[in-house]
C-alpha cells in the first residue's frame, strides 16, 4: 500500500510526500520557514494573515526548493470553496502568487510540464493526483482544495473527470490526501448536516456524518472523499491518506476550526517533471 510520509530539507522546511506519486509534489507544515508572528511561525503560505508579501514570498521560495518545483510558476488563485476545476496551461504560470489575480478556482488540472499547481488549507482536506502510464512516468496531475462545502460538491469526482478530459485513464490516476481535520475535531450542527444530505444524498451522510450529542454531528471528509474517488474508479492501492489531524496538531499544522484567523495557511503542490 502506498504511504505519505514527513521530508524535512536541510533548510528546516518540513513537508510530507507521497511514496507512490513520481512527480515533485508535498503538503506543507508550518515547519521551516522565516514567519516570526506567533500566529504564523513559521511556514506560512498564505497572503492576509499577519506576515507582508515578502514573507510569504521567501517561505514559497523556500518550500519549492525543497519540493522540486519553480515558485514563478505556481499556479493558486483565491479558493472560494467551490467544485470549480480549472485547466492549467504554460500561458497560466505564476497566477495568484507571482501575478496577482482576482480569479477563483478550488482545483486545477495540468498536462503541460514546467507549471506547478497548488491549494492552499488550514483544515480543509487536500488532494493531490498524479495519472501514471504503464512504464511509471506521470503524464497529468490535479490539486483539489475539499472543504466541506467543496467536498459536499463533489469536488475531487469533478477533479478526476477533468483530469480524464485531459486524456488521463481513470485506471493510471493515484491519488494522495494530505493532513486536515479529521472526524475526531470536526463537528457540525444540523443545518450543516442538511447540506450533507442535499449534496450527498441521506445514506452517504449517515454513514459518514455520526451523532455527537444533541443536535451536532462528527463529519469524516477524509472518508467522504475515499468514497467519492471510489465511484469514479479511484480506490485501493492507487489512494494514500495522511493520518495527522490538523486541529490536533498545533505543533506542526495550522488548523482554522482551532486558531481562527489568527493562523497561517499550508501549501499542497504538484507538478509534472520537466
Given amino acids: 500500500m502506498p504511504d505519505i510520509y514527513m521530508m524535512r530539507a536541510e533548510s528546516g522546511v518540513t513537508y510530507l510526500r507521497a511514496s507512490h506519486l513520481p512527480c515533485p509534489h508535498g503538503f506543507s507544515t508550518r515547519l521551516g520557514g522565516v514567519s516570526t508572528h506567533p500566529e504564523t511561525v513559521s511556514l506560512n503560505l498564505g497572503r492576509g494573515f499577519a506576515d507582508d508579501d515578502a514573507t510569504v514570498r521567501e517561505n514559497l521560495d523556500r518550500f519549492a526548493a525543497a519540493v522540486g518545483f519553480d515558485s514563478d510558476t505556481l499556479v493558486s488563485l483565491h479558493q ?3 467544485p470549480d476545476v480549472r485547466t492549467v496551461t504554460a500561458a497560466d504560470a505564476g497566477l495568484g502568487y507571482s501575478r496577482p489575480s482576482d480569479e477563483t478556482a478550488d482545483g ?3 498536462c503541460e510540464r514546467g507549471v506547478a499547481i497548488g491549494i492552499r488549507t488550514a483544515d480543509c482536506v487536500p488532494i493531490l493526483a498524479a495519472a501514471v502510464d ?3 512516468r506521470p503524464y497529468a496531475v ?3 482544495h475539499a472543504g466541506w462545502r467543496g467536498t459536499v460538491a463533489g469536488i475531487a469526482t469533478e477533479g478526476v473527470r477533468r483530469m480524464v478530459a485531459l486524456g488521463a485513464r481513470v485506471e493510471h490516476i493515484r491519488v494522495a ?3 486536515c481535520i479529521h472526524r475526531c475535531c470536526f463537528e457540525i450542527d444540523d443545518a450543516a448536516r442538511e ?3 442535499a449534496g450527498l444524498g441521506g445514506e452517504m451522510t449517515d454513514r459518514f456524518v455520526l451523532p455527537s450529542r444533541e443536535g ?3 463529519a469524516d471528509l477524509v472518508g467522504i472523499n475515499l468514497a467519492l474517488l471510489a465511484e469514479v474508479g479511484v480506490s485501493g492501492g492507487r489512494v494514500a491518506v495522511s493520518d495527522l489531524c490538523t486541529r490536533c496538531r498545533g505543533d ?3 488548523s482554522h476550526r482551532r486558531d481562527g484567523r489568527k493562523r497561517g495557511s499550508m501549501l499542497s503542490v504538484i507538478t509534472l517533471p520537466k
Fill in 134 to 136: 504503464e512504464a511509471g
Fill in 142 to 144: 490535479g490539486a483539489f
Fill in 108 to 110: 486545477y488540472v495540468t
Fill in 177 to 179: 490526501i494530505g493532513p
Fill in 195 to 197: 447540506v450533507f444530505v
Fill in 80 to 82: 472560494i470553496h467551490s
Fill in 252 to 254: 506542526l499544522l495550522y
Fill in 216 to 218: 451536532h454531528y462528527d
